[in-house]
Nanobody
């Protein structure tokens, strides 16, 4: 059974930083593309970033230059380093893999105060 567990969210002031973690189980982690999404209540879930098994990365324009996605295959963990946070980054952040369909974690709340 595939399971994703996010952590690291919290309350931070604008300009601050947070690092989110996503621990995966039930998959061959080193061969799997890992993605981060975020969602604000009442809005569609929004793509944030992905990292491939080979380490290639991609970012949404809204976070490019501020967020960094990385992975540690030895720990089955993907990370999202978020710097220069803005109030508009406030959302629930979700980890995602596609393994016979979309698999989502439970999410972690990030709140950025102005």
């Amino acid at each position: 059974q595939v399971q994703l567990v996010e952590s690291g969210g919290g309350l931070v002031q604008a300009g601050g930083s947070l690092r989110l973690s996503c621990v995966a189980s039930g998959i061959l982690f080193s061969s799997t593309t890992m993605r981060w999404f975020r969602q604000v209540p009442g809005k569609q879930r929004e793509y944030v970033a992905f990292i491939t098994s080979g380490g290639s990365t991609n970012y949404a324009d809204s976070v490019k230059g501020r967020f960094t996605i990385s992975r540690d295959n030895a720990k089955n963990t993907a990370y999202l380093q978020m710097n220069s946070l803005k109030p508009e980054d406030t959302a629930v952040y979700y980890c995602n893999v596609v393994v016979r369909g979309n698999i989502w974690g439970q999410g972690t709340q990030v709140t950025v105060s102005s």
